[in-house]
């Protein structure tokens, strides 16, 4: 159960949260519409984001689906008329879908795999930045935050359509957050760390996750990410 709270600290706010139907993204998604944000769900599966509507609406907080792959990129331009149609507006968008892809070595990966990866992690978040802009620009006070991880800077063996994807995503935030510096829009990108998701366990299958912390502590990061008092931008967060 959402948790009342007294400080609306994203009262009045629309946000639009990726991969929200599980994981960090569910946990994003209740912390916001606790703290007084429209939330618009957007995951392929129906049914945990219904699951996930009526644990908002029934805490008292507001959310809209939009049942969506975002591996098919060349859709995601019609995601901004939705949006614009039904709010005309949009304050925060948080990138968090993402695909661990498969753990192999560069020459035997599946180069279906490898390019699936990179359209999840990647091409998303570019096809999101170029259609969502206006509005996040509009906005007078827009934030945008995308999650990295750990695996982009570690080169690790057999990681490399993950950590290369994720790579490529902050170079490209950190450009866009150069780009827009001197506007009201604030980019970061926040690497939440080790938390117990499905992700984590698929690739780390034998390891204890009730030694990790759960999504729900990480939430308090993206908040004040996402808050208009927010004034940091072009940073890399550590959630931990």
């Excluded at 007294?6 to 606790?34: D, M, Y």
């Excluded at 060349?74 to 304050?91: C, Q, S, Y």
């Excluded at 008092?229 to 550590?238: A, E, F, I, N, Y």
């Amino acid at each position: 159960m959402i948790k009342a709270v007294t400080q609306q600290r994203l009262a009045g706010r629309v946000a639009l949260v990726t991969g929200a139907s599980r994981g960090i993204g569910a946990a994003v998604a209740k912390g916001f519409a606790a703290e007084g944000a429209h939330v618009i769900l957007l995951a392929r599966t129906q049914g945990a984001l219904e699951a996930l509507d009526d644990e908002i609406q029934s805490a008292g907080g507001k959310a809209t689906l939009l049942p969506f792959d975002l591996a098919e990129t060349k859709k995601i331009g019609g995601i901004a008329p939705v949006i614009a149609e039904r709010f005309r507006r949009l304050d925060i968008l948080v990138g968090n879908a993402a695909m661990l892809g498969n753990l192999s070595p560069v020459a035997m990966s599946d180069h279906k795999v490898f390019e699936e990866t990179f359209k999840v992690n990647f091409f998303a978040n570019y096809h999101l930045i170029r259609s969502l802009d206006p509005y996040l620009r509009g906005s007078d006070a827009g934030r945008a935050i995308f999650v990295t991880s750990g695996a982009a800077h570690m080169h690790s063996p057999f990681w490399s359509g993950y950590a290369a994807s994720k790579a490529a995503l902050e170079n490209m935030v950190a450009t866009y957050a150069a780009e827009t510096a001197y506007s009201p829009l604030k980019v970061n990108i926040i690497d939440p760390g080790a938390v117990r998701t499905d992700m984590r366990h698929d690739a780390f299958p034998g390891e204890d996750a009730t030694q990790l912390p759960t999504p729900e502590s990480v939430v308090e990061r993206f908040i004040e990410l996402a808050a208009p008092s927010c004034d940091r931008t072009g940073k890399l967060v550590q959630a931990a």
